[in-house]
């Protein structure tokens, strides 16, 4: 069984960083077919993805926030982390690290989320 845990503060003031960790069980990060990613959804409105990052090591980023967020990720511990910068009030989101089946498309798991809010 595969299982996702979000770590990570829950409040971050405007102009700082935003750093999130998942840990993984169940699969090796590595695996082929899979991308792990983050998908973030903000009170009263639908998700979206952040970015992820496959298992060759590549990453991408939607590109509205391609220049604030970065995914890298620690294969000797099975994690892999979101980094934004200069967070702003809109990025206060429930955030969700993912695993997306790339041979379906499909997201087929999910961690259980954690509410990051942007306030000072």
């Known amino acids: 069984q595969v299982q996702l845990q979000e770590s990570g503060p829950g409040l971050v003031k405007p102009s700082q960083t935003l750093s999130l960790t998942c840990s993984v069980s169940?699969?090796?990060?590595?695996?082929?077919?899979?991308?792990w990613g983050w998908v973030r959804q903000p009170l009263g409105k639908g998700p979206e993805w952040v970015g992820y990052i496959r298992h060759s090591g590549g990453t991408y980023s939607i590109p509205s926030l391609a220049s604030r967020a970065f995914i890298s990720r620690d294969a000797s511990k099975n994690q892999f982390t979101l980094q934004m910068s200069s967070v702003i009030p809109e990025d206060t989101a429930v955030y969700y690290c993912?695993?997306?089946?790339?041979?379906?498309?499909?997201?087929?798991?999910w961690g259980k989320g954690t509410l990051v809010t942007v306030s000072s």
């Open positions: 993912v695993r997306y089946y790339t041979k379906d498309y499909v997201i087929d798991y």
């Open positions: 169940g699969e090796s990060i590595t695996a082929n077919w899979y991308n």
